[in-house]
């Protein structure tokens, strides 16, 4: 973990002209300021000026008209030392992911990373740490500038031998720099779309497992770049296939065990009353939580029934229609892999925000012991509505103005933002669904 000191030494020494201040808004993109490599001992010790308005602007560069923040008002990007990495993909530059802070050097509380950071140290005070990996699926597309738009780079079939050969020099150049940034990705596999990828990231702690994940994103689309391809992450890029997930798979551990393991349980593999209840929580907060993990119009574009990406608030074991999947866990090293697997999530969201709700409403579920009902083993949408009724299984929302409103009105969800961070972030994304003109949008963020 690089000291800030380390970084203005690694700025000289590695002749590195550009460094990166990056962060991410309620918008889910990931922006910032580029300062010159000898200027960085000055970053860490003032600051770089933010206008305050970047927490009111949609994805579009609109700025929400019932936002926050307007044409007033500084912050400062903070950058953290921890996260500096030189670029693979780009000459004598380096990067890194920023907290937001007022002009006292307060943290700012419309800043998601610090919001981020202030619950880890909540969980932290109760002895717990929060692991977890993203499984990013993205589309390799290739844009030869005809009317019909950016086409598969292949046509193979899901997991197909055919797929992985034609994409093989992309996948090992980007592994090897995400290498290079101290990345693991421990598996990768072609998906069921036409030239649909997937990398599963190693688990890692709460925020370190996040800012990871934004690298990997760069990374990924850099890469391809260099291919002559685009990489597209967004929630429905092809009307006709397979939606692109952002699968959150997360375990919560204390004195070095993971208290979703119960050794003595072997229903659902072996998840521990903890985990149930944390699964509890989830399940009773998704209509709200998706405003936050699934962010953008297009998003509801991808949660439609039987299409593995799940609709219905039910939960199951290795059940891929369900919101929240239990894996099976890895023979011999079962503590270490048992976990939760939210799956109505994508890369729209502001990846902070969205560990941030997926870690209250879990919470909310221990603290509160709420009793997820029995685990479903088949597809939602084969049951009727009564069946569905009975087992208290309810369809999500089918639009981000819907989640939004359900965001609103969770009590529990709206304390761990903050109000002047759920009220920015929800006016922002009111603005992004009147700019795409109707609840399906857009077909990216
Ligand atoms: N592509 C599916 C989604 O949109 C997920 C497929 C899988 O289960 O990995 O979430
Ligand atoms: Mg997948």
Redesign the pocket.
Known sequence: MPSQSDVVSRCESDDIRLVRLLYVGNDGVVRGHVVDGNRIAHSFEHGENLATVVQSLTATDVVAPTGEFGATGEVRLRPDSTTFRPLPYADRTAAMLCDLSTLDGEPWVADPRSTLGEYSDSLAKRGLTARLGF?S?FYLLVDDGTDAGPRPVDDSPCYAAEGMQTVDDVILATLEALDDQGIPVGAYHP???PG?Q?FVQDHAAGLAAVDDHLFLRRTVQAVARAHGLDASFA?KPLPDA????C?VHLSLWADGRNVFFDAERDSPYGLSETGRYFVGGLLEHAPGLVALTAASPASYR?LQPS????AYTCWGADN?EAVVRVPSADRGRREASTRVEF?PS?HTANPYLAVVGILAAGMDGIDGEIDPGRPLDVDPATLGESELRARGIERLPESLDAALDALAADEVLTAALGETLVESYIAVKRARCETSGSGTGAPSV
Not at 307 to 310: E, F, K, P, V
């Open positions: 499984e699926e998906e069921l779309g649909q997937e929630p397979a939606g692109n997930g699968h991808r299409s593995w990406a799940s891929r799956k994508d």
